[in-house]
């Protein structure tokens, strides 16, 4: 299991065994806030082994929004989308581990649609709704550096 990190100018490594960690952007959304479920999916990456490295408990604006959603702006659930987004506060996370940490997330937080995610995932065994859907992971090593930037620029990527 990974200890915590540290960081220095280009890495974040494994303080105990100093390999260097992989990291991921998490965001609980604010139905996760209102919820309550912030703990519960956190202590679920935490279980699993990976690491907490930087969070913040942060009202999203749109214009945020735009940079971190911009592959769906124009589409039709685009609107829908920014609004849940910002209707209150998200925890906004990195999630550090090993060699594509990403796609670990992304199998704990399970397919888009609640509805239809796994029993055993996030989504499957928290939610219903489509927009609704508790958590976003960043879903490729590369949106993970760009996330990153985005709302941890002072992290080195
Ligand atoms: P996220 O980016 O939030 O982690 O979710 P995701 O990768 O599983 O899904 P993505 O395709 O990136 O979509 C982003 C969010 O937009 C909403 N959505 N609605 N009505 C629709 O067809 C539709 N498609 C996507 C979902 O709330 C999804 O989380
Ligand atoms: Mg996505």
């Not at 105990?16 to 604010?30: A, F, G, H, Q, S």
């Not at 930087?54 to 124009?74: K, N, V």
């Not at 649609?113 to 029993?119: D, I, S, V």
């Amino acid at each position: 299991m990974p200890g915590l990190v540290a960081v220095d100018q280009q890495n974040a490594y494994d303080v105990d065994t100093l390999w260097p960690m992989n990291r991921t952007l998490v965001i609980c959304k604010p139905d996760s806030v209102e919820r309550g479920l912030v703990g519960e999916i956190l202590g679920r990456f935490e279980r699993k082994g990976l690491s907490l490295v930087a969070a913040r408990l942060e009202i999203l604006d749109t214009e945020t929004l735009a940079r971190h959603y911009d592959e769906h702006q124009g589409k039709p659930f685009y609107d829908e989308l920014v609004s849940f987004m910002s209707r209150g506060p998200s925890m906004v996370m990195v999630i550090a581990g090993p060699k594509d940490t990403f796609a670990i997330v992304r199998s704990m937080m399970g397919t888009t649609n609640p509805a239809e995610a796994a029993p055993g995932t996030i989504r499957g065994d928290l939610g219903t709704l489509f927009t609704e859907n508790l958590v976003h992971g960043s879903d490729s090593a590369e949106s993970a550096a760009r996330e990153i930037k985005i709302f941890f620029p002072g992290l080195p990527a």
